[in-house]
């Protein structure tokens, strides 16, 4: 794959990661709590069995999407694209670990009742999927570790 | 219930009469049967804060009756509905404490006895506040007037804010509500400070609001001025005791807030508005 293609799949990905944080948490902070809750209802409503906390999709998708993307990481040769993408992949790590502990909080339980969602149900599909995201970027971060480490030994 | 509720609402809206002050009370009637320990009611007048105990009636609802002070011309007491979910306690809804007022504007020409429907919220929801901003009839005011506050309360409390914009829609509700429950009443029921302040706060930057807004608190803090119009009536009566007792009690008002005839009077003079006022009385009893 062309090393300009990988770039775009890479980053765009990751961009839609911080998106996705930005529309659920960043439009609540910013005071926007009804776009919020319209972005809220729509994941769990287009994402119910990908996302649904101990189902086989819900456990086995991140790591494969992370596999995947693995393929993509960008110029592994160069030691500012490593870390740029092993810093956005931790980014969006503490990103979705924040996002765990906000869906728990009463601001998150007004926001999924705002918009006539099941706060119990419902908190319980946006963690399992904050908890893949988190995995799918542990699992990023990592190959970039590791592909820079084999990259040295192999230097 | 809807049917006891328009009931209520219209006992309440549609039959004003003449009445002594001295019979003058106030019945609160909650329209749930459940049994809320923590819900407690004040009756606030001036600096005193009495605590109301309810009594369950025969049909399971609960209610009390406050006798209302005597006064020369009109009382202006509040009612405070307390909030004091504590951990354990059976509600429907998880929420931080919070309480409700309820001001009233109560003149010698009210109807003996008000009876005040009060209505406990269950659930929050886009439905269910999409229904109460549906609430327009006047058999209705008090629900959506009730129930709109303790929603607005819940968010502004749950999001420590007013310019949410799920605050800011509950808010506006609320601030409807009491402009509506003020209207159908003609001005028995005042729209209170908290729901001026929250609407001022809620759209902070927009002038255009806020001017809409900051017009119906103004007229809400001059409310005691509109009473001058009823002095003919009580002249043309024989009320002259209770005309006299109006004149004096605007003239006290007017002392408290010295600026308020500017949003009633257009321009005249308030002490010579009071003066011919006072003639008038003199002449007429």
């Given at each position: 794959?062309?090393?300009?293609?990988?770039?775009?799949?890479?980053?765009?990905?990751?961009?839609?990661?911080?998106?996705?944080?930005?529309?659920?948490?960043?439009?609540?902070?910013?005071?926007y709590?009804?776009?919020?809750?319209?972005f809220?209802?729509?994941?769990?409503?287009?994402?119910?069995?990908?996302?649904?906390?101990?189902?086989?999709?819900?456990?086995?998708?991140?790591?494969?999407?992370?596999?995947?993307?693995?393929?993509?990481?960008?110029?592994?040769?160069?030691?500012?694209?490593?870390?740029i993408?092993?810093?956005?992949?931790?980014?969006?790590?503490?990103?979705?670990?924040?996002l765990?502990?906000?869906?728990?909080?009463?601001?998150?339980?007004?926001i999924?009742?705002?918009?006539?969602?099941?706060p119990?149900?419902?908190?319980?599909?946006?963690?399992?999927?904050?908890g893949?995201?988190?995995?799918f970027?542990?699992?990023?971060?990592?190959s970039?570790?590791?592909l820079?480490?084999?990259?040295?030994?192999e230097? | 219930?809807?049917?006891?509720?328009?009931?209520l609402?219209?006992f309440?809206?549609?039959?004003?009469?003449?009445?002594?002050?001295?019979?003058?009370?106030?019945?609160?009637v909650?329209?749930?049967?459940?049994?809320?320990?923590?819900?407690?009611?004040?009756y606030?007048?001036?600096?005193?804060?009495?605590?109301?105990?309810?009594t369950?009636?025969?049909?399971?609802?609960?209610?009390?009756?406050?006798?209302?002070?005597?006064?020369?011309?009109?009382?202006?007491?509040?009612?405070?509905?307390?909030f004091?979910?504590?951990?354990?306690?059976?509600?429907p809804?998880?929420?931080?404490?919070?309480?409700?007022?309820?001001?009233?504007?109560?003149?010698?020409?009210?109807?003996?006895e008000?009876?005040?429907?009060?209505?406990?919220f269950?659930?929050?929801?886009?439905?269910?506040?999409?229904?109460?901003?549906?609430?327009?009839?006047?058999?209705?005011?008090?629900?959506?007037?009730?129930?709109?506050e303790?929603?607005a309360?819940?968010y502004?409390?749950?999001?420590?804010?007013?310019?949410?914009?799920?605050?800011?829609?509950?808010?506006?509700?609320?601030?409807d509500?009491?402009l509506?429950?003020?209207k159908?009443?003609?001005?028995?029921f005042t729209?209170?400070?908290?729901?001026?302040?929250?609407?001022?706060?809620?759209?902070?930057?927009?002038a255009?609001?806020?001017?809409?807004?900051?017009?119906h608190?103004?007229?809400?803090?001059?409310?005691?001025?509109?009473d001058?119009?009823?002095?003919?009536?009580?002249i043309?009566s024989?009320?002259?005791?209770?005309?006299?007792?109006?004149?004096?009690?605007?003239?006290l008002?007017?002392?408290?807030?010295?600026?308020?005839?500017?949003?009633?009077?257009?321009?005249?003079?308030?002490?010579?508005?009071?003066?011919?006022?006072?003639?008038?009385?003199?002449?007429?009893?």
């Amino acid at each position: 794959m062309h090393e300009s293609v990988k770039s775009v799949i890479f980053y765009g990905v990751f961009a839609i990661i911080i998106l996705m944080y930005a529309l659920i948490y960043g439009t609540h902070y910013a005071g926007y709590s009804d776009v919020s809750g319209q972005f809220i209802k729509f994941i769990l409503s287009s994402a119910p069995y990908v996302s649904r906390d101990l189902s086989l999709a819900g456990e086995l998708t991140p790591p494969i999407l992370a596999g995947v993307m693995s393929a993509t990481i960008p110029q592994r040769s160069s030691a500012t694209r490593t870390l740029i993408s092993f810093v956005l992949a931790l980014l969006c790590y503490g990103m979705y670990l924040h996002l765990s502990v906000f869906l728990t909080s009463p601001q998150a339980v007004a926001i999924l009742q705002s918009v006539n969602q099941d706060p119990r149900e419902s908190v319980s599909v946006l963690s399992a999927f904050s908890g893949g995201v988190r995995t799918f970027s542990a699992i990023i971060a990592a190959s970039v570790i590791g592909l820079r480490i084999n990259k040295a030994a192999e230097g | 219930m809807g049917l006891l509720a328009a009931f209520l609402a219209g006992f309440v809206l549609l039959f004003p009469v003449l009445a002594d002050a001295s019979e003058r009370s106030v019945r609160f009637v909650f329209m749930d049967k459940t049994d809320y320990p923590n819900v407690r009611i004040e009756y606030h007048d001036g600096p005193l804060v009495e605590p109301i105990t309810l009594t369950k009636e025969q049909d399971g609802r609960w209610s009390h009756t406050v006798e209302l002070a005597s006064a020369s011309w009109a009382v202006s007491p509040s009612f405070v509905i307390h909030f004091d979910r504590e951990q354990g306690t059976d509600w429907p809804i998880d929420f931080k404490p919070f309480s409700i007022g309820l001001p009233l504007h109560i003149t010698k020409v009210v109807d003996d006895e008000l009876v005040i429907p009060v209505y406990l919220f269950t659930k929050i929801s886009n439905d269910e506040m999409e229904r109460l901003e549906r609430l327009k009839r006047r058999d209705q005011v008090f629900e959506r007037r009730m129930l709109s506050e303790q929603i607005a309360k819940h968010y502004i409390s749950v999001f420590s804010s007013h310019t949410d914009s799920i605050s800011r829609r509950a808010i506006a509700n609320w601030f409807d509500s009491a402009l509506s429950l003020t209207k159908y009443t003609d001005n028995l029921f005042t729209i209170s400070h908290e729901a001026g302040d929250a609407s001022l706060q809620a759209y902070e930057g927009d002038a255009s609001t806020r001017a809409h807004y900051q017009r119906h608190v103004e007229d809400a803090a001059s409310l005691f001025w509109s009473d001058v119009q009823q002095l003919n009536s009580l002249i043309d009566s024989g009320l002259c005791d209770e005309a006299r007792s109006l004149v004096k009690y605007v003239r006290l008002r007017h002392l408290e807030s010295p600026e308020s005839y500017l949003y009633r009077l257009s321009g005249q003079d308030p002490d010579a508005v009071l003066a011919e006022r006072e003639r008038r009385v003199s002449a007429g009893c």
